[in-house]
């Protein structure tokens, strides 16, 4: 089974512009991701898909395998849907640009989920963690996650899911933004309705939802860490000092 690792890669991000340029340790967030997907070997193959050309030069200094497509996007899923024709692998996998730590342990039980499935009825795999506090629970900015008994997303919202009207224990799971398309299913992701509820949470997630895609969830515990504020690099820069190496 052939397994691509596509990293989805644009400069204009709302809290931290430029992001994926900015230096950690000598090399800039985005080559960082790169190769720390490459050095996980757990994939084929690994593919930036940019429509910036700052990020363009960026990939020809490194040598980094990319593809170029000077085009806008709703969704960094829609991006990779658009090159999906020119990848050779059955399992196309999402990895965020701006997250330099690959958690390799997660994207294994995702890549098992698929060799499993010798029916191939699953589509799309995604991952979702325990929150640990009330505040991140209630943070608009982490998308919560409810499942059914089999483990496949019901509802994805910026709002606190389930609402608890008593006293009654539960935990409340943060969708991590990791999803593994079987190529099959992504050439078609571009075709589905965007509806009501992508428009308003603003989660690419729901437009399978809301065409009746099925997507398997899987619970990670590692600790996915991702640079979306000064702060989250500056931890980026002190964890590669401490470590030596990602």
Known sequence: MNITAVIPARLDSSRLPNKLLMDICGKSLIIRTYESAL???????VIVVTNSKLIKEELNKNDVNYIFKNKE???GTDRIAD???EINSEI????????PFINSKTLKLIIDKFI???????????????????????NPNNVKVITDENQNAIYFSRSIIPFKRNDSSINYFKHVGVYAFRKSFLTK????????LETAEK????????NGVAIKMIESDEKFIGIDTLEDLEMARKM???????
């Not at 196309?92 to 997250?99: K, L, M, P, T």
């Open 39 to 45: 050095k996980s070997n757990l994939f084929n193959d």
């Open 73 to 75: 996007y709703e969704t």
């Open 83 to 85: 090159v999906s024709d």
């Open 92 to 99: 196309i996998i999402n990895i965020q640009g701006d997250e």
């Open 116 to 138: 499993e499935d010798k029916e191939k009825s699953i589509n799309v795999v995604s991952v979702m963690s325990r929150f640990k506090s009330n505040y991140d629970v209630e």
């Open 189 to 196: 992701f571009s075709s589905l309705k965007i509806g009501d």
């Open 203 to 210: 989660i690419e997630a729901l437009r399978m939802v809301e």
């Open 240 to 246: 590669i000092n401490e470590k030596g190496s990602i």
